[in-house]
């Protein structure tokens, strides 16, 4: 398959990794919704970057506080793409990776944990159950071996080289820091800042406090709550991916803020097989999932 950039202008992209809580499926009903015309965008929380990549900007800023990850975006955004996927491939024939072979997977992890390369977390994470990020407390990736199932496929490689294609149109920047770390100081109003944190009420792999991460919990939640407030008092603006309501739990202290501040909530359809599903049925069922902003966006979703 030939990968013009011509197509993949047009083109939603995917992350090359399978991200959790990744907002690639939920892309067509976000993007509209963002600000018609946006100088820098910052993604706070870029995990897999679906949602920077995406959008259009003069500038992007893909910060994230997990350091391995900015290092891999990173090293994909400045190499050339030839280099990257030869790389990849002869890391594979090197260490004898295989959908079979388990203990080449386990000997390439120990690999990586002591040498860090950042493009071999992705030859990892080709080979990785689910194709996920894990790392314990000491920062050791510990995913287990995805056997039969998970290979650096022909899927993986187009979609990976697509996503660097796109990435290298991005006048981009990484950076590394916890969330209020940021410097938010010299945003101006045309400038945009989305924030897709973990939930305080859902759990994730990065949200437990027990992978090596940074905890996330009602301190971390009023601390961006915060900043976001002041990002609104200075005229910058915002959106906010959430769940007000999780598996019978609901976000009192978020839905609190937002009724405080009148910030819009904007719902997000997640029964894509059926539109006519009825809020009742996907409150009792799942999460209320929502894009909180503190603008009017031009098209507003509607809760249908
Ligand atoms: C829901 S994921 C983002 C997914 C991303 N929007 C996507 O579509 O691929 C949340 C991200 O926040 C990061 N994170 C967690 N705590 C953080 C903190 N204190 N500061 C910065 N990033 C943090 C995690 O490493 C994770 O990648």
């Not at 916890?178 to 939930?199: G, H, Q, R, T």
Request: net charge positive.
């Amino acid at each position: 398959m030939s990968i013009t950039e011509v197509k993949i202008r047009n083109e939603i992209i995917k992350s090359p990794l399978n991200y959790i809580g990744g907002k690639y499926k939920i892309l067509p009903q976000i993007l509209p919704l963002f600000p018609k015309s946006i100088n820098t965008f910052i993604d706070l929380f870029a995990g897999g970057c679906n949602v920077g990549i995406n959008v259009k900007a003069n500038k992007i800023i893909f910060n994230d506080n997990l350091i391995y990850l900015i290092d891999f975006f990173k090293t994909i955004h400045q190499q050339n793409l030839d280099i990257t996927i030869n790389h990849i491939t002869n890391r594979i024939e090197e260490f004898n990776l295989s959908i079979t072979n388990e203990t080449a997977y386990k000997n390439f992890r120990d690999f990586y944990n002591e040498t860090r390369n950042p493009l071999d977390l992705f030859v990892l994470i080709a080979y990785s159950f689910n194709h996920q990020i894990r790392f314990n407390n000491s920062h050791k990736f510990n995913n287990p071996f995805g056997k039969n199932r998970s290979s650096f496929n022909a899927t993986m490689k187009y979609n990976l080289e697509k996503f660097i294609i796109k990435l290298k149109t991005i006048n981009a920047e990484f950076t590394n820091l916890n969330f209020d770390k940021f410097d938010f100081n010299s945003l101006k109003s045309n400038d945009f800042v989305y924030a897709d944190p973990p939930y305080l009420i859902t759990t994730g792999t990065y949200n437990d406090g027990k992978r090596g991460f940074t905890g996330w919990n009602e301190q971390e939640e009023k601390k961006l709550l915060q900043i976001l407030n002041e990002l609104n008092n200075n005229n910058v603006k915002f959106a906010l991916s959430n769940v007000i309501k999780h598996k019978g739990k609901t976000n009192h202290l978020l839905l609190d803020w937002i009724r405080e501040f009148g910030y819009t909530i904007n719902y997000i359809k997640k029964n894509y097989a059926n539109s006519n599903y009825q809020t009742k049925n996907r409150e009792k069922n799942g999460s209320l999932e929502v894009l909180i902003t503190n603008y009017k966006p031009y098209k507003p979703a509607t809760l249908f």
